[in-house]
């Protein structure tokens, strides 16, 4: 196991209704004038806003509002949110919504105090000095960002997506209410559950020798994924089943899983062009990029791959051949991804094989590589966009 520092502190509530207690947390934590930020129409139409800001009124904390966030969040609304915070003299950040409103938030928030681009930062031209404190109601178990402390956003100046992370955005308390996930339509909660097993994946996929606690942490949230995504695919009010999910879905992204051993990353930097090319959901996108990055890295740990399928799919080991060991857990993976509504080719995606040159050159891959547990350059990203259209 490698050196470490980890430092988590989020205020976690969780359970039912706790969505009424905002207000009394954004006191706690120093809010006097907040800028909910959220979606669509569904936290309005669902009645959630509401709540959320009348127990804001509650506690006498003034509040203004920013709707709009897409999935992919957009560069352009984050700068209207800047505006808007040092307009009204906002001092806080309440996301309403899934990963998409809390990294729009987290972005807004290092924009604000800032005098230059916020994408400085995500361009790797700055580092965040302060920041707005940013807090969440979660409605979606997928990105764990109510929990980490990164953020993705699209540039509309060439549509292409950048992470970036950094402790002062990592969210002072996020309020976790399974019930508000149980009215998300059945592709939605997939794609959800295929972010958090990602997340898992690239920190499982490692170089980083005897690292049993954080294997086994690893493998307990995708065996509890596994369990638990089919049964609300086919009961969608099962509320224990939402709630493992939903808590799983933080320790899969809090960094919990990956202190003390290297991490990849090149999965979801892949996907992070086929989404901002072709909108799609993060997760489906995934669920592509996946199966095929493990099949071109397979061979650089066969044990590692054959230890997964073993672990977590519940394969037989051949001893003989663990490779076939290996190639089973890969095929397993991309089945149960299969089964539960998620593409696994680029055709089922949407996306187009004579687009993987556009995809290369927004990921910027060109003198430099991507990932670690094996590094890829330009010629090894092309082949596994190529294995992902199969």
Same mark, same amino acid.
């Given at each position: ?10 205020y976690?509530?969780f359970?039912?209704?706790t969505?009424?207690?905002?207000g ?10 907040? !800028?909910?930020?959220?979606?669509g ?14 127990s ?5 904390i ?6 709009? =966030?897409?999935?992919?969040?957009r560069?352009g609304?984050?700068y209207?949110?800047?505006?808007l915070?040092? #307009?009204?003299? =906002?001092?806080?950040?309440l ?12 972005a ?23 920041? !707005?404190?940013?807090?969440s ?5 997928a ?5 980490s @402390?990164?953020?993705v ?10 992470p970036?992370n950094?402790? #002062?955005?990592r969210? =002072?308390?996020a309020?976790?209410n ?8 059945p ?6 559950c295929?972010?958090i097993?990602a997340h898992?994946?690239?920190?499982y996929f490692?170089?980083?020798?005897d ?5 086994r942490?690893?493998?307990?949230i995708?065996k509890?994924?596994?369990?638990? !995504?089919?049964?609300?695919?086919e009961d969608?009010n099962d ?14 992204h809090?960094d ?6 290297e991490?990849? @990353?090149?999965?979801?930097n ?5 989404? *901002? ?5 993060h997760g489906a996108?995934?669920?592509v990029m996946f199966p095929a @990055? ?8 066969i044990?590692?791959?054959a230890?997964? *399928?073993v672990?977590?799919?519940g ?8 490779e076939e ?13 299969h089964s =539960?509504?998620?593409?696994t ?10 687009d ?6 927004t ?9 670690f547990?094996? #590094?890829?350059?330009p ?10 259209c199969?």
């Amino acid at each position: 196991m490698d050196n470490f520092t980890f430092y988590s502190p989020t205020y976690f509530v969780f359970g039912r209704g706790t969505e009424n207690e905002a207000g009394r947390y954004v006191k706690r934590f120093g809010g006097t004038k907040v !800028l909910l930020h959220y979606g669509g129409g569904s936290v309005v139409r669902s009645g959630l806003l509401d709540r959320v800001k009348d127990s804001l009124d509650q506690e006498g904390i003034a509040h203004v509002e920013l709707g709009g =966030v897409k999935p992919n969040p957009r560069s352009g609304l984050v700068y209207e949110g800047i505006e808007l915070c040092r #307009k009204e003299k =906002v001092d806080f950040i309440l996301a309403v919504g899934g990963g998409s409103t809390i990294d729009s938030s987290k972005a807004i928030a290092v924009g604000v105090p800032y005098e230059g681009d916020f994408w400085d930062f995500f361009a790797g031209k700055a580092e965040v000095e302060e920041a !707005l404190p940013v807090a969440s109601v979660l409605t979606i178990a997928a990105a764990g960002s109510e929990g980490s @402390w990164g953020a993705v956003i699209t540039n509309e100046d060439g549509m292409y997506k950048r992470p970036y992370n950094c402790e #002062k955005m990592r969210p =002072v308390f996020a309020i976790m209410n399974p019930e508000l996930t149980m009215t998300l339509p059945p592709y939605q909660t997939a794609s959800g559950c295929t972010d958090i097993m990602a997340h898992v994946f690239e920190r499982y996929f490692t170089n980083t020798k005897d690292v049993e606690i954080t294997d086994r942490l690893c493998e307990g949230i995708l065996k509890t994924i596994i369990k638990e !995504l089919p049964k609300v695919l086919e009961d969608p009010n099962d509320y224990e089943a939402r709630a493992n999910i939903m808590w799983a879905g933080t320790l899969a992204h809090n960094d919990i899983c990956g202190v003390g051993r290297e991490q990849d @990353w090149a999965s979801h930097n892949l996907e992070h062009e086929l989404s *901002a090319l072709y909108d799609c959901a993060h997760g489906a996108g995934l669920a592509v990029m996946f199966p095929a @990055w493990m099949t071109y890295v397979m061979h650089h740990d066969i044990p590692r791959f054959a230890q997964f *399928a073993v672990r977590v799919w519940g394969c037989e080991m051949d001893y003989d051949h663990p490779e076939e060991t290996a190639r089973e857990g890969i095929a397993r993976t991309k089945a149960f991804f299969h089964s =539960v509504g998620m593409p696994t080719s680029f055709a089922e995606l949407g996306a187009r094989e004579e687009d993987i040159p556009k995809l290369l050159e927004t990921l910027q891959i060109e003198g430099r590589t991507e990932g670690f547990f094996m #590094k890829l350059g330009p010629k090894e990203c092309e082949e596994v966009y190529r294995l992902a259209c199969r």
